[in-house]
């Protein structure tokens, strides 16, 4: 394709760097509990011993390889950290700044404003000893579906309820009147 460049992926040794911390640390986990388990059962194995001596060696690896991996992390961000000449972000912080000042001026003149004006000049809206809640017009535009028309038992509608009838199952024990045997 020309000027496109795929990336590669990840590389053969962040492989290893990622996954030999997890891999020795499993490792050092399954060796000692099998060894610990052996030499509980029989305290003068040969093989619990080696069973031992293995997982602590592999606790040395996964230790030694965190720490690799910890150094490397470190030293990928020192290396690919943005510039102090060109401020965190390069050209775009200037862009950044602007855009940010222009969506917290939409914010104040097309939310706040327009809201405590509409609270300024219904008092009866923000009254703490109102009983009843005012109907006011709601500021959600319509949705496409209003809310189902329910009813409280008092109201004396009663709407059409469905009815069920259960199938007439009947085993050959419980017949009815009309299949009686002989």
Do not use: C
Request: hydrophobic share 45%.
């Amino acid at each position: 394709m020309g000027d496109i460049v795929e990336p590669k992926g990840a590389s053969a040794t962040t492989v290893i760097a990622a996954l030999s911390p997890v891999l020795a640390g499993v490792l050092t986990v399954i060796f000692l509990l099998i060894g610990y388990i052996l030499k509980l059962l029989n305290p003068d194995s040969a093989i619990a011993r080696t069973m031992l001596t293995t997982g602590w060696v592999f606790g040395a690896v996964a230790a030694g390889a965190t720490l690799v991996a910890v150094v490397a992390l470190v030293f990928s961000a020192l290396r690919n950290r943005p510039s102090l000449e060109t401020g965190p972000y390069g050209e775009l912080s200037e862009e950044v700044a602007r855009a940010r000042e222009a969506w917290r001026e939409a914010l104040l003149e097309r939310g706040i404003l327009p809201f405590l004006r509409e609270a300024l000049a219904d008092p009866n809206t923000v009254s703490p000893r109102r009983t009843a809640p005012p109907t006011p017009a709601s500021r959600m535009p319509p949705l496409g579906y209003d809310r189902p028309g329910f009813s409280s038992p008092d109201d004396g509608a009663s709407g059409a309820r469905p009815s069920f009838t259960s199938p007439d199952y009947a085993s050959p024990d419980f017949a009815g009147p009309e299949h009686q045997s002989e």
